[in-house]
Nanobody, 116 residues
């Protein structure tokens, strides 16, 4: 059984930092691309960042160098370090695991609220 579980969300002040974690089980983790999407009410889910099986990152332009994605294949974990958070970063953040030819697996999401 595949499980994708996010953690690390919460309330943070503008300019603050958070680190999201994503734990994956039930898949050959090192063979999957991993990534983060985010979604706000009434809007589509947008890509935040992704990382290939060998660790090559890709970022949405709006992260502006503020976010860093990483993975630890030995621990079946992926991370998103977010600095200089802005109110516009408020959203539910979803972790996914994807492999060519298969439907992606999604976590349940974790809420991040950036507010003073």
């Amino acid at each position: 059984q595949v499980q994708i579980v996010e953690s690390g969300g919460g309330l943070v002040q503008p300019g603050g930092s958070l680190r999201l974690s994503c734990a994956a089980s039930g898949i050959s983790f090192s063979r999957y691309s991993m990534g983060w999407y985010r979604q706000t009410p009434g809007k589509q889910r947008d890509l935040v960042a992704a990382i290939s099986p060998n660790g090559s990152p890709h970022y949405a332009d709006y992260t502006k160098g503020r976010f860093t994605i990483s993975r630890d294949n030995a621990k079946n974990m992926m991370y998103l370090r977010m600095n200089s958070l802005e109110p516009g970063d408020t959203a539910v953040y979803y972790c996914y695991a994807a492999r060519s030819g298969d439907s992606p697996y999604w976590g349940q999401g974790t809420q991040i609220t950036v507010s003073s």
